[in-house]
């Protein structure tokens, strides 16, 4: 069931990153050109994600328990560090280059995928999952250094 359950929600979030037109990374770097040909759509796209996961998030709060699963798994840590910084920074300059983030790039492979269009999300994808791959072993060098 709850496999189920996130595939159903994976595939909602799916289709309204194409809907929304998350999945074009020309609509998304027009977006992100505030000082050029700015394309303010996307923040109507932002705003309708807020104002529907503001209430819900306000509602879960009041749950003792999810549905599909022993307990909730709320952020703990509420600090703001050089990690967090780092990969926000990564995050933003990556979404800036190419044009997508991660769900958006894994939508667009799925909706592109007889089409010429799926090459470049695939290689953004695969790119991201060679990140995710290296990643223990950055962060077990980088943690090796000495702290001052």
């Given at each position: ?39 303010p ?7 309708g ?13 009041r ?15 509420e ?10 920074g ?59």
């Amino acid at each position: 069931m709850k496999s189920i359950a996130a595939l159903i929600a994976g595939a909602l979030f799916g289709l309204g990153l194409a809907i929304s037109q998350m999945i074009n990374p020309l609509k998304v770097l027009a977006f992100l050109d505030v000082l050029g040909h700015w394309d303010p759509s996307l923040a109507f796209v932002m705003g309708g994600a807020i104002a529907v996961t503001l209430p819900g998030f306000a509602l879960l709060k009041r749950w003792e328990q999810p549905i599909l699963a022993p307990r909730f798994q709320w952020p703990q840590r509420e600090d703001i560090d050089l990690r967090l910084l780092t990969g926000a920074g990564l995050f933003g300059i990556g979404w800036g280059l190419a044009g997508y983030c991660p769900g958006p790039g894994i939508a667009a492979i799925a909706l592109n995928v007889r089409e010429s269009a799926f090459i470049e999300p695939f290689l953004f994808t695969a790119a991201m999952a060679v990140g995710f791959l290296l990643w223990p072993w950055i962060d077990r060098l980088l943690s090796k250094r000495p702290q001052k």
